[in-house]
């Protein structure tokens, strides 16, 4: 049975938000996204740092749409445990698998003569 | 007065609601109840599937260098007698269980999305037919139900077998995931009045944390089995060791799907005996939040130990220690659940009705699985038991004596409610005794040739290795099994010519499903409960046990009505019932889907016939109502 | 909180109103559980890509073929069609069909140039030579990317069949706008995984 609770809880007290917010959260996300890509423009910047740097703007930006386009910050808690639940576990496993074949594989000394460079 | 009710464009009374009858109605059924009897009907036939193929290995095995069985066929017997009872038996049945009970057991009129549920069941029974479709070609699945890469690869298994079991797996994963879905929003959402999440039973909690199990096990499943499908189809490389693919890869993906399966086949199962173990003790169950509690520490421990199937794969020591502790970790709540299932019986005024003796055998055997897992856990000890029968007798003891028991258990218990007649339960009790015996005369001696060297998945052994009695003996002890059966099916079969008319409450019962009539009505409730605990029968038979509380049959369903102790009556607000429609959408989706996948077996065009299939399914459903009048869209 | 009762006046299609335990729409909570799952698929295919890509025994390597200014603008596009998609949301939640057709049109119509920038891009590695057979860079790259522009395919279907099925009363309506917001729950996670897979493997593979 398809049901449609209460009209009024999907925004519990906060108000649709106006054009003007949404178009201010599209800026933001538009300047991130070209800061991303005039890092990617600077050869100066050290690798670590360049891949720490794109991995903050990127949750930023992952951080923005899900909070205010999805509403997840507006919605019921239950939301965001479910979602959390989810994505938690999938870094968990991907940064497990990430580990076990990188830091604690025996065969990284194999990786490491490969003509691409890999395994850096 | 009579509740109106509205059914696919007919208005009527509850009085007068009679069940449809006849195939259509099956076939377009949503309803939660006759989608668990098909679930039912369906994996004790795959039961019986797996159960011959389990035979003809044992024939097999009975006398070193057989030729009974040659080495291909042992090869496709055993990978399909596993994946047969684990998707095609254990699941499913499991499902039959959700469906029939969950609404029940929380108050509600049926599942969250009804006709996602009759998909559910159609792509399983769809999946089933698909993967058992390679016997005839002499091609059936034969690389392990796991199918490790790269004995899966195009180079070594050239023929179709494994095609077989990535499509299968593929469809069948659908059947699972659908369900998953469907039953976390009923149980979050559907709840009666009044049934906090700390008053479910517990089986409704097990489902939850199955289900969440499922939907966040099962896509690291398919996205192992769709890189091997396209290693094996389009050429890529994932696990080809010649281009620096990595069959490891596989195993991983596997298994983190693979291990939290195992919780998904074994926490109904606890769900089950949960709520049998009470009621033939005439108590609670002893520690009802630890028992919640620990079911979804489980869960989550689960996903944390994947690689201890994996500790002779050369992982490296750092995670080879850290998989074995935190498998060590998981031995705790499940003590804890056994525990709490003792402090059940004890003290208990015990009846020794054939459920409770399934439910008890459960526990003694699951313990002594348990044993071995354990065992397991500890890498060393592992490395000589890996690959042996040793790991044969630990898995049968938990699945078959844990989870088979406790869902034979629920099959015995429940029977009456769903069928409305009792099975026999002195033929029941003869069925216990014969398959508890047969149970462990097959299993138990595969511990000691397990660590006397006697490998799995190898169709004979020589000779002179002093395996020969007790192979002989496990092979009675299957055709024992097998005998208690038949035991069964005659028990279930003289049952039908009988009347339907058990009663609604045979057991004295303590959840809401025995508050309906047996078998219940169609809409489950004419009033919807409001319920005030989590075992609210017995507190309304038994208040000088358990106190006054309002009783939840004449309470308003607005929990804003203050209850009318002087008259026990309300006003109510459900005068109308509405019923979903019937509809064959789901099983046209189902169609599309199977052949879909079938069409990389016998031709593309059948893949497109499929799809198209698929989309017109899913438009048609989605266009029509699922309540009222049809619409004319 | 609705009762019963209060099911019978709005269109009878579809709809009937029961009170949940939550006071949650079903479908929203089960589109959240399924976006919950669909981190797990794209977690383990996004796993085989990050310990394969850079395996390959053979060239061509990455270096050689990414154009991030091209893909920089195709990932604009697709952040700019969640915009378009909320927009959407908002006009149905105000019943205004109009507004409605619009944004929902644009949100689709952005998603196919998204996908018009992903064929033009595999047809251009496929002619340089990158195929999903060639090396473990081509498989892992072509599947990852292929599956979330199979993802966002079927998005597009369901964006234009709700922009059709809104000329068709009732069956978009302001009382029924969960249809749209779990539409917009599901394309907006398709953007945040290109989020992620463009940051993963575009810009920290070509830095």
Same mark, same amino acid.
């Given at each position: 049975?398809?049901?449609?609770?209460?009209?009024?809880?999907?925004?519990?007290?906060?108000?649709?938000?106006?054009?003007?917010?949404?178009?201010?959260?599209?800026?933001?996300?538009?300047?991130?996204?070209?800061?991303?890509?005039?890092?990617?423009?600077?050869?100066?910047?050290?690798?670590?740092?360049?891949?720490?740097?794109?991995?903050?703007?990127?949750?930023?930006?992952?951080?923005?749409?899900?909070?205010?386009?999805? !509403?997840?910050?507006?919605?019921?808690?239950?939301?965001?445990?479910?979602?959390?639940?989810?994505?938690?576990?999938?870094?968990?496993?991907?940064?497990?698998?990430?580990?076990?074949?990188?830091?604690? !594989?025996?065969?990284?000394?194999?990786?490491?003569?490969?003509?691409?460079?890999?395994?850096? | 007065?009579?509740?109106?009710?509205?059914?696919?464009?007919?208005?009527?009374?509850?009085?007068?609601?009679? %069940?449809?009858?006849?195939?259509?109605?099956?076939?377009?059924?949503?309803?939660?109840?006759?989608?668990?009897?098909?679930?039912?009907?369906?994996?004790?036939?795959?039961?019986?599937?797996?159960?011959?193929?389990?035979?003809?290995?044992?024939?097999?095995?009975?006398?070193?260098?057989?030729?009974?069985?040659?080495?291909?066929?042992?090869?496709?017997?055993?990978?399909?007698?596993?994946?047969?009872?684990?998707?095609?038996?254990?699941?499913?049945?499991?499902?039959?269980?959700?469906?029939?009970?969950?609404?029940?057991?929380?108050?509600?009129?049926?599942?969250?999305?009804?006709?996602?549920?009759?998909?559910?069941?159609?792509? %399983?029974?769809?999946?089933?037919?698909?993967?058992?479709?390679?016997?005839?070609?002499?091609?059936?699945?034969?690389?392990?139900?796991?199918?490790?890469?790269?004995?899966?690869?195009?180079? %070594?298994?050239?023929?179709?077998?494994?095609?077989?079991?990535?499509?299968?797996?593929?469809?069948?994963?659908?059947?699972?995931?659908?369900?998953?879905?469907?039953?976390?929003?009923?149980?979050?959402?559907?709840?009666?009045?009044?049934?906090?999440?700390?008053?479910?039973?517990?089986?409704?909690?097990?489902?939850?944390?199955?289900?969440?199990?499922?939907?966040?096990?099962?896509?690291?499943?398919?996205?192992?089995?769709?890189?091997?499908?396209?290693?094996? *189809?389009?050429?890529?490389?994932?696990?080809?060791?010649?281009?620096?693919?990595?069959?490891?890869?596989?195993?991983?993906?596997? *298994?983190?799907?693979?291990?939290?399966?195992?919780?998904?086949?074994?926490?109904?199962?606890?769900?089950?005996?949960?709520?049998?173990?009470?009621?033939?003790?005439?108590?609670?169950?002893?520690?009802?939040?630890?028992?919640?509690?620990?079911?979804?520490?489980?869960?989550?421990?689960?996903?944390?130990?994947?690689?201890?199937?994996?500790?002779?794969?050369?992982?490296?020591?750092?995670?080879?220690?850290?998989?074995?502790?935190?498998?060590?970790?998981?031995?705790?709540?499940?003590?804890?659940?056994?525990?709490?299932?003792?402090?059940?019986? *004890?003290?208990?005024?015990?009846?020794?009705?054939?459920?409770?003796?399934?439910?008890?055998?459960?526990?003694?055997?699951?313990?002594?699985?348990?044993?071995?897992?354990?065992?397991?856990?500890?890498?060393?000890?592992?490395?000589?038991?890996?690959?042996?029968?040793?790991?044969?007798?630990?898995?049968?003891?938990?699945?078959?004596?844990?989870?088979?028991?406790?869902?034979?258990?629920?099959?015995?218990?429940?029977?009456?409610?769903?069928?409305?007649?009792?099975?026999?339960?002195?033929?029941?009790?003869?069925?216990?005794?014969?398959?508890?015996?047969?149970?462990?005369?097959?299993?138990?001696?595969?511990?000691?040739?397990?660590?006397?060297?006697?490998?799995?998945?190898?169709?004979?052994?020589?000779?002179?290795?002093?395996?020969?009695?007790?192979?002989?003996?496990?092979?009675?002890?299957?055709?024992?099994?097998?005998?208690?059966?038949?035991?069964?099916?005659?028990?279930?079969?003289?049952?039908?010519?009988?009347?339907?008319?058990?009663?609604?409450?045979?057991?004295?019962?303590?959840?809401?499903?025995?508050?309906?009539?047996?078998?219940?009505?169609? %809409?489950?409730?004419?009033?919807?409960?409001?319920?005030?605990?989590?075992?609210?029968?017995?507190?309304?038979?038994?208040?000088?046990?358990?106190?006054?509380?309002?009783?939840?049959?004449?309470?308003?369903?607005?929990?804003?009505?203050?209850?009318?102790?002087?008259?026990?009556?309300?006003?109510?607000?459900?005068?109308?019932?509405?019923?979903?429609?019937?509809?064959?959408?789901?099983?046209?989706?189902?169609?599309?889907?199977?052949?879909?996948?079938?069409?990389?077996?016998?031709?593309?065009?059948?893949?497109?016939?499929?799809?198209?299939?698929?989309?017109?399914?899913?438009?048609?459903?989605?266009?029509?109502?699922?309540?009222?009048?049809?619409?004319?869209? | 909180?609705?009762?019963?009762?209060?099911?019978?006046?709005?269109?009878?299609?579809?709809?009937?109103?029961?009170?949940?335990?939550?006071?949650?729409?079903?479908?929203?909570?089960?589109?959240?559980?399924?976006?919950?799952?669909?981190?797990?698929?794209?977690?383990?295919?996004?796993?085989?890509?990050?310990?394969?890509?850079?395996?390959?025994?053979?060239?061509?390597?990455?270096?050689?073929?990414?154009?991030?200014?091209?893909?920089?603008?195709?990932?604009?596009?697709?952040?700019?069609?969640?915009?378009?998609?909320?927009?959407?949301?908002?006009?149905?939640?105000?019943?205004?069909?109009?507004?409605?057709?619009?944004?929902?049109?644009?949100?689709?119509?952005?998603?196919?140039?998204?996908?018009?920038?992903?064929?033009?891009?595999?047809?251009?590695?496929?002619?340089?030579?990158?195929?999903?057979?060639?090396?473990?860079?081509?498989?892992?790259?072509?599947?990852?990317?292929?599956?979330?522009?199979?993802?966002?395919?079927?998005?597009?279907?369901?964006?234009?069949?709700?922009?059709?099925?809104?000329?068709?009363?009732?069956?978009?309506?302001?009382?029924?706008?969960?249809?749209?917001?779990?539409?917009?729950?599901?394309?907006?996670?398709?953007?945040?995984?290109?989020?992620?897979?463009?940051?993963?493997?575009?810009?920290?593979?070509?830095?």
């Amino acid at each position: 049975m398809s049901s449609q609770g209460r009209h009024d809880a999907s925004h519990g007290e906060h108000a649709h938000p106006d054009a003007r917010e949404y178009a201010l959260i599209a800026s933001i996300l538009t300047i991130v996204t070209g800061f991303e890509i005039a890092l990617y423009f600077f050869t100066g910047v050290g690798y670590s740092t360049l891949v720490g740097m794109l991995m903050v703007l990127m949750v930023v930006k992952f951080g923005m749409v899900v909070g205010w386009y999805m !509403h997840l910050k507006f919605d019921e808690r239950l939301y965001t445990w479910i979602f959390g639940f989810g994505l938690g576990v999938a870094i968990v496993i991907v940064l497990s698998l990430y580990l076990l074949f990188t830091v604690f !594989h025996p065969a990284e000394e194999v990786l490491r003569q490969l003509p691409s460079g890999a395994g850096h | 007065m009579a509740t109106q009710v509205t059914t696919a464009g007919r208005i009527t009374t509850t009085d007068q609601f009679a %069940y449809p009858k006849g195939i259509w109605s099956w076939i377009s059924t949503v309803d939660h109840k006759r989608i668990g009897t098909l679930y039912l009907v369906t994996s004790m036939f795959f039961f019986l599937v797996g159960g011959i193929e389990a035979l003809l290995i044992r024939i097999q095995l009975t006398e070193p260098e057989s030729t009974f069985i040659s080495a291909s066929t042992y090869n496709q017997l055993f990978t399909m007698h596993g994946t047969t009872m684990i998707f095609l038996v254990v699941m499913p049945l499991s499902a039959a269980f959700f469906n029939l009970l969950v609404p029940l057991m929380i108050g509600a009129r049926d599942v969250a999305f009804p006709r996602l549920n009759a998909f559910s069941y159609w792509v %399983y029974l769809f999946g089933a037919i698909l993967i058992n479709l390679g016997w005839f070609h002499g091609a059936a699945p034969d690389a392990g139900w796991f199918a490790y890469a790269n004995l899966t690869s195009q180079e %070594y298994s050239a023929g179709q077998n494994v095609d077989y079991w990535v499509m299968g797996v593929q469809v069948l994963g659908l059947s699972s995931l659908a369900s998953a879905f469907n039953f976390i929003v009923t149980i979050i959402n559907m709840r009666a009045p009044g049934m906090g999440m700390m008053r479910l039973p517990v089986f409704v909690w097990m489902t939850l944390v199955t289900a969440v199990l499922i939907v966040m096990a099962f896509p690291s499943l398919t996205v192992g089995v769709t890189l091997l499908l396209f290693d094996r *189809w389009f050429d890529t490389l994932f696990f080809v060791p010649e281009a620096n693919g990595q069959p490891l890869l596989w195993q991983h993906l596997f *298994w983190i799907f693979g291990h939290p399966e195992v919780y998904i086949l074994i926490l109904p199962a606890f769900g089950i005996v949960s709520e049998i173990i009470p009621v033939f003790s005439k108590k609670p169950i002893f520690g009802y939040t630890a028992v919640v509690f620990a079911g979804i520490a489980i869960g989550i421990l689960g996903f944390s130990v994947w690689a201890h199937h994996m500790f002779t794969v050369g992982l490296g020591p750092v995670p080879t220690a850290v998989f074995a502790i935190s498998t060590m970790l998981i031995a705790l709540p499940t003590g804890v659940k056994i525990f709490n299932w003792i402090g059940t019986v *004890w003290g208990g005024d015990l009846t020794f009705t054939t459920p409770m003796l399934m439910a008890l055998g459960m526990v003694s055997m699951f313990i002594i699985g348990g044993l071995s897992g354990v065992m397991h856990a500890s890498p060393p000890v592992d490395s000589h038991q890996q690959d042996s029968y040793f790991v044969v007798a630990h898995f049968h003891y938990v699945l078959f004596g844990g989870s088979l028991f406790s869902l034979f258990g629920g099959i015995y218990y429940w029977w009456p409610k769903f069928f409305g007649r009792l099975l026999n339960d002195g033929l029941g009790k003869v069925h216990f005794a014969l398959m508890f015996i047969g149970f462990n005369l097959t299993f138990f001696p595969m511990h000691w040739v397990g660590v006397q060297g006697m490998p799995r998945r190898i169709y004979t052994y020589a000779e002179g290795l002093n395996w020969d009695f007790w192979n002989m003996a496990m092979t009675v002890g299957a055709f024992i099994i097998a005998l208690s059966i038949l035991v069964f099916l005659i028990n279930a079969f003289l049952s039908f010519r009988d009347e339907p008319n058990a009663p609604d409450d045979p057991w004295d019962g303590a959840t809401l499903e025995w508050a309906t009539s047996s078998p219940p009505k169609p %809409y489950n409730f004419e009033k919807v409960p409001v319920v005030t605990s989590n075992i609210p029968l017995w507190v309304e038979k038994y208040p000088e046990v358990y106190g006054h509380e309002p009783d939840f049959r004449e309470t308003s369903p607005d929990p804003e009505d203050q209850p009318d102790v002087e008259h026990g009556i309300h006003e109510h607000h459900d005068d109308h019932i509405h019923m979903p429609n019937p509809t064959i959408w789901p099983l046209i989706v189902s169609i599309g889907i199977t052949l879909g996948f079938a069409g990389f077996l016998y031709g593309w065009i059948i893949t497109f016939i499929g799809v198209a299939v698929m989309f017109l399914g899913i438009y048609g459903w989605v266009l029509s109502p699922a309540f009222g009048e049809p619409d004319h869209v | 909180m609705a009762t019963r009762h209060e099911a019978a006046s709005p269109p009878r299609q579809n709809i009937i109103e029961h009170p949940t335990a939550t006071g949650q729409d079903n479908r929203k909570l089960a589109m959240w559980c399924f976006l919950a799952s669909d981190c797990m698929f794209f977690g383990s295919l996004i796993t085989a890509y990050l310990v394969s890509h850079d395996r390959a025994a053979v060239p061509p390597y990455p270096n050689d073929f990414f154009d991030i200014p091209f893909t920089s603008v195709s990932a604009f596009v697709l952040l700019m069609s969640s915009v378009a998609m909320v927009l959407a949301l908002a006009g149905i939640q105000r019943g205004d069909l109009r507004r409605f057709r619009i944004w929902i049109l644009s949100t689709g119509l952005l998603g196919l140039i998204f996908l018009g920038g992903q064929i033009y891009e595999f047809t251009e590695f496929h002619h340089e030579g990158l195929r999903l057979s060639t090396n473990l860079f081509g498989s892992s790259f072509y599947v990852l990317t292929g599956f979330h522009g199979a993802h966002v395919t079927i998005g597009v279907f369901w964006l234009f069949s709700l922009f059709l099925a809104s000329f068709r009363q009732p069956l978009v309506t302001k009382e029924k706008a969960v249809n749209v917001e779990i539409a917009g729950l599901y394309w907006h996670f398709v953007d945040i995984v290109w989020i992620v897979i463009f940051a993963v493997v575009y810009l920290i593979e070509a830095g």
